[in-house]
T-cell receptor, first 115, second 112 residues
Framework: NAGVTQTPKFQVLKTGQSMTLQCAQDMNHNSMYWYRQDPGMGLRLIYYSASEGTTDKGEVPNGYNVSRLNKREFSLRLESAAPSQTSVYFC??????????????FGSGTQLSVL | QKEVEQNSGPLSVPEGAIASLNCTYSDRGSQSFFWYRQYSGKSPELIMFIYSNGDKEDGRFTAQLNKASQYVSLLIRDSQPSDSATYLCAVPRRYGNNRLAFGKGNQVVVIP
């Protein structure tokens, strides 16, 4: 059982380059998320998708775009990378448990460096 | 006040002792609380959630919720070196579609 799979695990970009982080889950979860984690800042939500066909901004959406390709896949795109986007990115999924908050299942993370 | 605060620095405990972590939250109406464990270089994993006032026990982990004082604690009994990790507290934002707000985490180091 793979759970949440995200690729790539590591990436180095130059300022201004673009890239897409891929995420797929095999748990039949409705909701998917992209977080970034920076030292001293904790986990911050970039975008989320409550269900297939919907996406919403989180706390720090600027500089990012997302696509919920189908129920399994949720991608994060950096159109023009900036050094401030150097971070560890986590994809996560959950069942639709909005009444009490989500139990999140995380992917293994992508360490992104923007030079 | 921040939504979720975990203020204490790294916690060092001897093997076999009790590790105690605290998390305070700002929304008095919060109903549910989550603890995630994150090993260095790894992703967070859910270890405990609590919905009601009082205590919840799961193995060596106990979550204690005090709504009057707006804090939730995580106790790790009989601490093992494998418990050395960062523990993240998370609370749903009632006015943000219940998406989780995370604290910055508390690092625990269990000394053999």
């Amino acid at each position: 059982n793979a759970g949440v799979t995200q690729t790539p695990k590591f990436q180095v970009l130059k300022t201004g380059q673009s890239m897409t982080l891929q995420c797929a889950q095999d748990m039949n979860h409705n909701s998917m998320y992209w977080y970034r984690q920076d030292p001293g800042m904790g986990l911050r939500l970039i975008y989320y998708s409550a269900s297939e066909g919907t996406t919403d901004k989180g706390e720090v959406p600027n500089g990012y775009n997302v696509s919920r390709l189908n129920k399994r896949e949720f991608s994060l795109r950096l159109e023009s990378a900036a050094p401030s986007q150097t971070s560890v990115y986590f994809c996560a999924s959950s069942e639709a448990g909005r009444q009490r908050g989500e139990k999140l299942f995380f992917g293994s993370g992508t360490q992104l460096s923007v030079l | 006040q921040k939504e979720v605060e975990q203020n204490s620095g790294p916690l060092s405990v001897p093997e076999g002792a009790i590790a105690s972590l605290n998390c305070t939250y700002s929304d008095r109406g919060s109903q549910s609380f989550f603890w995630y464990r994150q090993y260095s270089g790894k992703s967070p994993e859910l270890i405990m959630f609590i919905y009601s006032n009082g205590d919840k026990e799961d193995g060596r982990f106990t979550a204690q919720l005090n709504k009057a004082s707006q804090y939730v604690s995580l106790l790790i009994r009989d601490s093992q070196p494998s418990d050395s990790a960062t523990y993240l507290c998370a609370v749903p934002r009632r006015y943000g579609n219940n998406r989780l707000a995370f604290g910055k985490g508390n690092q625990v180091v269990v000394i053999p």
